[in-house]
């Protein structure tokens, strides 16, 4: 079928006037950037557009809820990038509820007004993106929410801090080549033009990520010194829960 009639089925199916059913589809394409695609078919659209009509289905319904089940993990990674920008947008202007269901943190942080964090169908915690960024309920959740994900370090270290184990942030990392808190060698260096990832070797501990400044000039083998910021190192105890004061 078209795009025209992907989208006018759910409406052919409920045997709606034919007049109302086109307005309805021109109406969805119009909102979905697909008025110019709409005698096409399904082989001669990207994997963004067939995105798109299958999304458009759904809008003519006026459904209360949409739920939208992982609806980007199978396009690259522009597309993914450009699909979750116009998703977002579709959303204020429907206004209608979407329930989104992802394993990609960066798609939960960026286009959820609240967040059900689940671990094997169990609820861990449930807020807004920046709730659970800033008081995780637990390491699973203090692990998914952020990106690179939290830093964690058990043993001597942690108990320094009166907890089984304590967690940073990357960007909660100041890194310094003369003097610091944890020593530690700089192993594997990404550098991304505004923002560079460390990765450090720390003595006694796994090892850790830093976010910095992209300018920054760090190689592998280098000595470093990292320290964490006080108000912003995370402790939790045996069972993985949140301490109280993290």
Excluded: C
Aim: proline share 4%.
């Amino acid at each position: 079928m078209t795009v025209r009639q992907n989208i006018n089925f759910p409406l052919k199916m409920a045997n709606i006037d034919k007049d109302l059913a086109n307005q309805k589809v021109e109406d969805a394409a119009k909102v979905l950037n697909l008025t110019d695609y709409l005698d096409r078919k399904p082989g001669q659209l990207s994997g963004g557009q067939r995105q798109r009509v299958a999304i458009g289905r759904a809008i003519v319904r006026e459904p209360k809820a949409f739920l939208f089940d992982e609806p980007l993990s199978n396009l690259d990674a522009a597309l993914r990038v450009n699909m979750r920008l116009e998703i977002t947008e579709l959303h204020h202007q429907l206004k209608t509820t979407m329930v989104y269901v992802t394993h990609d943190q960066i798609e939960a942080m960026t286009m959820a007004d609240k967040i059900v964090v689940l671990n094997a169908g169990r609820v861990e915690q449930y807020g807004s993106p920046m709730e659970l960024y800033k008081t995780p309920a637990n390491k699973f959740v203090a692990g998914f929410i952020g990106s690179p994900k939290m830093n964690f370090l058990e043993g001597a270290i942690a108990e320094k801090y009166g907890a089984p184990t304590i967690g940073v942030r990357p960007e909660h990392l100041a890194i310094s080549k003369e003097t610091g808190v944890w020593k530690g060698t700089v192993g594997v260096a990404e550098h991304l033009g505004s923002d560079t990832f460390l990765h450090i070797h720390v003595e006694g501990g796994e090892m850790q990520t830093v976010r910095t400044d992209g300018e920054r000039d760090f190689h592998h083998g280098d000595e470093v010194w990292l320290t964490p910021e006080a108000s912003r190192i995370y402790r939790f105890d045996a069972d993985g829960l949140a301490l109280k004061g993290s």
